[in-house]
């Protein structure tokens, strides 16, 4: 089955500057890579998302790339603010369905004022 | 209401205890899913339902019951459980099939479970 791999569990920057969280999976058949946001005390929600059929994907200040090949995938969040402090979750799956993806092991990023 | 909505939001309950957890999605949706998040876990697939058939039980114990009257509420029947099943535990829907983007899933706040 799929395995996701996150990393860094943790993150800080300084306000202004820009986080970058990465993620390796591991099923090749995987077709659809989604990034939730879990704010304190809420479910995650959907922030952005990308299909294999595409490298790269941009919203305003969000953007993800992915990289088939290699079987990674990042998000990118320049000029960071304070409500982007949460805890970030990637995913992935093949699309089929009902979804059935599995989470990578999430990083608490904190951006410092 | 909007969204999706989980009932209790915090939930106490003995290793002998039967206690249920309630969800219900206002979006319209044909598919629900039970997810487990533990502390410093990824988020664990507990199971699926797609119009109202379970298509995924995810190795989850039988101590833990789910049950999909119809597709707008899911129910997780908990029966002799352990201190190590406390989590949170999230409730989501989505709209697959041709009107739905396919993968993305709404979620409730979650119910808070604390195991004795």
């Known amino acids: 089955g799929e395995n996701v791999e996150q990393h860094p569990s943790t993150l800080s920057v300084q306000e202004g500057d820009s986080a970058v969280i990465k993620c390796t999976y591991s099923?090749?058949?995987?077709?659809?890579f989604p990034w939730y946001k879990q704010e304190l005390g809420k479910g995650p929600q959907l922030i952005i998302d990308?299909?294999?059929?595409?490298g790269e994907k941009k919203d305003q200040r969000i953007a993800v790339t992915l990289n088939k090949t290699a079987k990674h995938f990042s998000l990118h969040i320049t000029e960071t603010q304070p409500e982007d402090s949460a805890v970030y979750f990637c995913?992935?799956?093949?699309?089929?369905?009902?979804?059935?993806?599995?989470f990578g092991q999430g990083t608490r990023l904190t951006i410092n004022p | 209401e909007t969204g999706v909505t989980q009932t209790p939001r915090h939930l106490v309950m003995g290793m002998t205890n039967k206690k249920s957890l309630k969800c219900e999605q206002h979006?319209?949706?044909?598919?629900m899913y039970w997810y487990k998040q533990s502390a410093k876990k990824p988020l664990e697939l507990m199971f699926v339902?797609?119009?109202?058939?379970?298509?995924e039980n995810n190795s989850v114990p039988s101590r833990f019951s789910p049950e999909c009257p119809n597709s707008s509420h899911l129910f997780l029947h908990l029966h002799t459980l352990q201190p190590e099943d406390s989590a949170l535990y999230l409730c989501?829907?989505?709209?697959?099939?041709?009107?739905?983007?396919?993968?993305?899933?709404?979620f409730g706040e979650g119910s808070r479970l604390t195991v004795l």
């Open positions: 995913a992935a799956t093949r699309i089929q369905g009902a979804q059935k993806l599995v």
């Open positions: 990308i299909r294999s059929n595409v």
């Open positions: 099923d090749s058949a995987s077709n659809y």
């Open positions: 989501a829907s989505s709209q697959e099939g041709p009107r739905g983007r396919g993968g993305e899933l709404f």
């Open positions: 979006l319209g949706h044909n598919a």
């Open positions: 339902y797609s119009l109202e058939e379970r298509v």
